[in-house]
């Protein structure tokens, strides 16, 4: 008797361990999904880095959720304005203080890139001619 329970016993332990495994792996999954929607519509401030044909690599300064430290913005579907007036994408300095309001896709990668449409203000003008 005692022979035939030693392997059952294994066996449950077993499925149990993997029962376990896979309910946490399930909730870290969800969790991801449920932020990722989340961050489709997020406005944060950021300070432009770094300045490259088509996009901008910002350092996050101040936002509700936290996300990233740096992001990837793209200069497609970008609406960019500047003391109320728009101005191209490529107006934007390294050193710019920006808001950005974002509406789309974030792609999860590091740092995040912003695919989608996006309303970027600069606050404040680079002063920095250096950077």
Do not use: W
Request: aromatic share 6%.
């Amino acid at each position: 008797m005692i022979k035939r329970l030693v392997p059952l016993i294994i066996i449950f332990s077993l499925l149990l361990s993997l029962a376990a495994c896979k309910e946490s792996g399930g909730r870290e999954a969800d969790t991801t999904r449920r932020n990722a929607s989340e961050l489709e519509n997020i406005e944060f401030k950021a300070v432009v880095k770094e300045k490259y044909s088509g996009s901008i690599l910002v350092k996050v300064i101040e936002s509700p959720v936290d996300f990233s430290d740096l992001a990837y913005v793209l200069s497609e579907k970008a609406s960019v304005k500047k003391d109320g007036e728009k101005i191209d994408f490529d107006g934007i300095k390294i050193g710019d203080e920006l808001i950005i309001k974002h509406h789309g896709y974030i792609a999860e990668s590091y740092p995040v890139q912003l695919v989608g449409e996006k309303e970027i203000i600069v606050l404040s003008a680079s002063t920095d001619t250096t950077a």
